[in-house]
């Protein structure tokens, strides 16, 4: 059995949600008896505050975006309008849901806190002055916590450390986790759980894996086929009218990396990561253009203009891939599933969207 250690970053890597796949894959390890999983209050505390700063911005960008509806509107916002009434009940009842569902999570996988009562203060202020990890340049106090909760790890599982792994997005946990080569270290939850199951189920993980690699192409014009064939996308708030219209041929997509997640009798969870480019073609209304028509008293605008959308986006998303147990390379296959929304959404300021205008039209009159 593997211990495991995840960091605060490795968990907002999914969005500190603690359900969904990735989530209800760990506590299948778990339950299998493949992996146990440590945290640290410390760990805890770290996630309240990032749950209560995100929770605080989304209801303040709410809160200021409600100040400008009309009184026609808000009487239609309905309990929203009710929510908004009192901001700092709603953050307080929000940040309650999401920290209970933490809990419950680490109550479902039984997760147990470090002891840091053996980790010795002249140890951490020797690695503070020496820039020991997961102290870096500059000498930032603020690693003190992530250097008591890592050697806290270390000395709870000194005896063992070929079976412990760490996980974090994060380069000073990288760093800590090199002074000791037994340690595996995982970037983020799928690339364990995809350890780990082949670790236990060696034959029929690489079953699966060469079958999924057989067919990678394949997968690959399936998800080009659904890219072609949405139906709308949605743009930020900076177009008005746009009408898009994807060019077929400039669609792309490449796997990049693949992680299984969890196999059953017959299918296996995946998380996926994408390199998708494609090209959209779009005609938008000028916004400076406005102006109403004195006889009818119409609005209208008087030019429009042509771009070029070039999107090239990294996603990631899990999916369920089916085959037939006695026959798993031939009969591997895709069902049902939906590409992540983000993969359709059309936001300027990103640095994966390149806007070329084409053309501006001369103005027109209705």
């Known amino acids: 059995m593997f211990t495991v250690f995840i960091d605060t970053s490795g968990y907002e890597a999914q969005g500190l949600s603690f359900e969904g796949p990735l989530f209800d894959s760990l506590k299948k390890l ?88 053996t980790v010795k203060v002249e140890t951490l202020i020797q690695d503070y ?49 090199e002074r000791y080569p037994d340690i595996i270290f995982f970037n983020k939850i799928s690339e364990l759980a995809d350890y780990i199951n082949s670790e236990y189920d060696s034959r029929i993980v690489e079953e699966l894996k060469k079958a999924f690699e057989a067919h990678t192409n394949t997968f690959e014009k399936a998800f080009c086929r659904s890219i072609v064939n949405r139906e709308g996308f949605d743009f930020d708030d900076a ?41 959209l073609n779009v005609t938008d209304v000028d916004a400076d253009s406005w102006v109403r028509d004195s006889d009818t008293k119409e609005h209208f605008y008087t030019r429009k203009g042509e771009y070029s959308i070039a999107v090239n986006k990294t996603i990631e998303f899990v999916l369920d891939i089916y085959f037939k147990p006695q026959s798993i ?33 001369p103005d027109w009159e209705p």
């Open 329 to 361: 390379q031939s009969s591997i296959h895709l069902r049902d599933y939906i590409l992540p929304d983000e993969l359709f959404y059309i936001d300027g300021s990103d640095d994966d969207i390149e806007i070329t205008e084409i053309n501006d039209e």
């Open 239 to 279: 177009w008005v009218e746009p009408e898009e219209e994807i060019d077929e041929d400039s669609v792309r997509v490449k796997i990049t990396e693949a992680n299984l997640l969890g196999h059953y009798k017959d299918s296996a969870e995946w998380e996926l990561t994408l390199k998708v480019s494609y090209t």
């Open 30 to 117: 778990v339950k299998e008896k493949k992996i146990q999983i440590v945290t640290s209050e410390i760990i805890k505390q770290e996630i309240e505050a990032h749950l209560k700063e995100s929770i605080a911005q989304s209801v303040n960008i709410l809160e200021k975006a409600s100040q400008k509806f009309d009184h026609r509107t808000k009487g239609k916002l309905g309990v929203i309008s009710d929510l908004l009434a009192d901001p700092d009940g709603l953050k307080e009842n929000v940040l309650l849901l999401r920290t209970l569902t933490m809990d419950k999570f680490f109550k479902s996988v039984k997760a147990s806190d470090l002891p840091t009562s």
């Open 129 to 177: 002055f020496k820039q020991v990890a997961p102290f870096g340049d500059g000498k930032k106090k603020h690693e003190f916590p992530d250097a008591i909760m890592l050697n806290a790890f270390i000395n709870e599982n000194k005896e063992n450390l070929s079976q412990t792994c760490l996980i974090a997005d994060d380069p000073d946990w990288k760093r800590f986790s």
